[in-house]
């Protein structure tokens, strides 16, 4: 970009140089005043707008290098928590004010079932990839999503209606919003974690769309507003009036042959590379069908500013980020954004959207940055900043972020090649400097220097969650030592208490500020669920634990990896109730066979935590159908129960341990 010079500024510049070399007689004139200082130019941060076209293809490129004229081989890879009290469940959120799509919703009347081959499962990457699964086939007869409606006195179920699907769609998730139902939908189906992440032409040729429904009528819904993005979706999450919707795309370029093997190939990959556009890179957009191509351009993105003190030292994955900003009520696209990195977490709280990037310059010391981007307003870009280890990890990583009071809290993992301690966890703290768009470290738990440690040697991070001005983080090798996290002061984190126990927690909830609910294993490979009172801080203790499955050979739970297919509901006295679905394998006469089971259970005395008590009332059993067919939801309405598998329902009452009714 170039800048002209005012006149009167020229001049003035060139009168103090000329006085400068003295001469000509007669009396003194007056000194001139030095010129004011240029003013320092505005802060820009990490991410910044590409100044011309071309810089937004050059930054593209950056990682793409790999593909273009060498061989080498691809980059290595104060809140409140409550529910309806006697009501109905609803999905489980991280955050209670945002809501977060599931392929199950319920309000109360309607229950609506999507069909899926995918669970918003794979944008966390574990450190160590295994073999991505091979997607299943669809399931014979027609895509369709299914409603139903419920008589929850008689604990039965209904075929009011259904929503067909194109061929080969998959749907993410759903929302629900009064009469009108919006579902997130994609060709992409990726498997749990793996390789396929990691493969570049794995997220070609993807698109992801999102579709109103009026279902006013539920036996005749009524498509309406559907936008269209190339891309396949991270995640999305809902927040007030708006779904944000976050995808990656990985530009189709004809003819590029991503690991050149000859010379032949490369100089051809290079001419390829030499004439591509910012619009060959970003990903289309249509909305009711119809291209739109003035809603997403360049000028609506950023690119990585290669001085900035934390940027990559080495380029990441050839993709395009997109965030979508869209009115719930109208599916009217407010705002769009994108940056020419990948994303591999997402984060929204009730105060900004927050994005994560891993960042392998250093294979022995990977470290992450992470992007504020608020809401307010439009999507504005406010700044970025780059802590010790990684974000993507086992489980779901956004427990691993929380933003409270403008803090940013992080607890990051990063793996070391000593033996002796492979794992090396920390916690940190950062606020946003508006001056410098930066998000600066505040605070860090250990300090450096520090003997203190985040769990023992060779401990992995199983747990997280945040929850007001506390962190309860559980570490597990062959014990659980579950810890709670001081974080009133932001600058000086501390660990306050330490409770070890068999067995570890993977999915933590809070059920109020003295009582914690922990699901996971027993330490030899059946689910349990525990209840810890955390009203001193100092000195956690367990109130008791419950171990299902107990007759099983093998069991799992899905809620221990995908926090929606936990149910919590809050009563309207001081018991609470729960659910935990369970795969188990049982060995008869006949040989194994399995057993789908949701599993009741209660929290009692909540007010009370000394006198606190966890209890299994009842479980149901239903018949396991097919292995893309057993995705568990369970939904607690009154003294009714619905166990969802698949596109299936069976149902039963509270407090029984027979087999279901169903399936619906």
Request: hydrophobic share 40%; aromatic share 8%.
């Amino acid at each position: 970009m170039r800048f002209s010079l005012p006149c009167t500024l020229f001049g003035g510049v060139a009168a103090v140089l000329l006085s400068a070399c003295g001469g000509g007689g007669g009396s003194a004139s007056p000194p001139a005043p030095d010129p004011a200082p240029a003013p320092a130019p505005a802060a820009t941060g990490l991410m910044v707008p590409p100044a011309t076209d071309e810089a937004f293809v050059d930054a593209f490129l950056r990682g793409l290098a790999q593909v273009g004229t060498t061989s080498d081989g691809a980059a290595p890879p104060a809140p409140t928590l409550e529910a309806d009290a006697g009501g109905f469940s609803t999905t489980y959120r991280l955050e209670e004010s945002v809501d977060e799509h599931d392929v199950v919703k319920y309000d109360g009347a309607r229950l609506f079932i999507a069909p899926t081959r995918g669970a918003d499962c794979c944008y966390a990457v574990e450190p160590i990839a295994t073999d991505a699964l091979i997607a299943p086939p669809p399931p014979d007869g027609p895509r369709e999503i299914r409603i139903l409606n419920t008589d929850p006195d008689a604990a039965t179920a209904t075929v009011a209606g259904t929503i067909a699907l194109d061929e080969g769609t998959t749907v993410e998730g759903m929302y629900l919003d009064g009469d009108t139902l919006i579902a997130l939908t994609s060709t992409a189906w990726w498997g749990y974690h793996g390789d396929t992440f990691a493969s570049l032409p794995a997220w070609e040729g993807q698109s992801l769309s999102v579709n109103f429904y009026d279902v006013t009528d539920t036996a005749s819904p009524e498509a309406g507003f559907t936008l269209s993005l190339e891309g396949a979706l991270v995640t999305s999450r809902r927040r007030d009036d708006r779904i944000v919707v976050v995808s990656r795309h990985l530009p189709s370029i004809p003819e590029l042959v991503y690991y050149p093997t000859t010379d032949e190939e490369r100089a051809t990959n290079q001419a390829i590379l030499d004439n591509l556009t910012a619009q060959d890179l970003l990903p289309a957009l249509s909305i009711n069908g119809e291209m739109v191509t003035d809603r997403l351009t360049p000028d609506q993105c950023l690119i990585t500013d290669a001085s900035n003190d934390i940027a990559p030292g080495e380029p990441g994955y050839p993709v395009i980020t997109t965030v979508l900003s869209i009115d719930a009520a109208t599916g009217q696209l407010d705002d769009v954004l994108c940056y020419a990195e990948a994303t591999d977490g997402v984060y929204l709280s009730s105060e900004a959207l927050y994005l994560s990037q891993t960042v392998y310059d250093d294979p022995d010391a990977i470290d992450s940055i992470v992007h504020q981007i608020d809401l307010d307003g439009g999507l504005r870009y406010r700044g970025s900043g780059r802590v010790a280890g990684s974000l993507v990890s086992r489980g779901q990583p956004d427990f691993r972020m929380s933003a409270l009071d403008g803090v940013l809290r992080l607890v990051t993992t990063r793996w070391q090649s000593d033996e002796a301690d492979r794992f090396d966890h920390r916690l940190f703290t950062l606020r946003l400097n508006s001056d410098t768009v930066s998000l600066e470290v505040i605070g860090q738990l250990p300090e450096p220097g520090s003997e203190t440690v985040i769990g023992k040697a060779n401990e992995d991070l199983f747990g997280v969650r945040f929850f007001g001005e506390r962190a309860y983080l559980v570490t597990f090798e062959r014990i659980d030592p579950l810890y709670v996290v001081n974080l009133s002061d932001p600058a000086a984190p501390m660990i306050e208490g330490e409770l070890e126990l068999p067995g570890f927690s993977e999915l933590l909830h809070p059920v109020n500020a003295n009582l914690l609910l922990g699901v996971g294993d027993d330490g030899e490979g059946r689910t349990k669920a525990e209840l810890f009172d955390v009203s001193t801080p100092a000195a956690p203790a367990s109130r008791g634990s419950v171990v299902l499955a107990t007759d099983a050979t093998w069991s799992y739970s899905e809620a221990r990896y995908d926090r929606r297919a936990f149910t919590y509901l809050r009563g309207s006295d001081t018991t609470d109730r729960f659910t935990i679905p369970v795969s188990a394998s049982l060995e008869t006469t006949e040989g194994y066979h399995w057993d789908e089971r949701l599993y009741m259970l209660e929290v009692r005395n909540r007010t009370a935590p000394a006198a606190a008590s966890l209890q299994a009332v009842g479980a149901l059993s239903a018949v396991r159908g097919a292995y893309i067919e057993t995705r568990p939801r369970g939904i607690i309405d009154g003294d009714a129960l619905y166990f969802v598998l698949g596109t299936q329902v069976w149902s039963g009452y509270w407090g029984t341990e027979v087999p279901a009714f169903g399936p619906f």
